[in-house]
Nanobody, 123 residues
């Protein structure tokens, strides 16, 4: 079984930066596709960035150029570096992983989710 634990959320002002971390544990987790998702209050879960098991990255339009997803396979940790943060980035951020695929649609097929970490950006 895979366990995902997020950290690194917090409160920043507009233009600030945060780095989210997702510590992963479980058999073969280093071979999994992984991603970061957000859920704003009252809205559905949306994808920010995905790092698939070939090393390719995909970003949502609103994240492109501001966010960077990366992974340390020695530490089994996924990161999301978030720069130039805006109030509309305020959300609970979740790490997700799957043996096969993680993408921005078909969220119900993603096998594993963390508990989330809150990011609040004030103007």
């Amino acid at each position: 079984r895979v366990r995902l634990t997020e950290s690194g959320g917090g409160s920043v002002h507009t233009g600030g930066s945060l780095r989210l971390s997702c510590a992963a544990s479980g058999d073969n987790v280093t071979t999994y596709s992984m991603g970061w998702f957000r859920q704003e209050a009252g809205r559905e879960v949306a994808g920010d960035a995905v790092l698939d098991n070939t090393g390719s990255t995909t970003y949502a339009d609103f994240a492109e150029g501001r966010f960077a997803i990366s992974k340390d396979n020695v530490k089994n940790t996924l990161y999301l570096q978030m720069n130039s943060l805006k109030p509309e980035d305020t959300a609970m951020y979740f790490c997700a992983a799957d043996e096969i695929v993680v993408d921005f649609s078909n969220l119900e097929t993603i096998g594993y989710w963390g508990q989330g970490t809150q990011v609040t950006v004030s103007s």
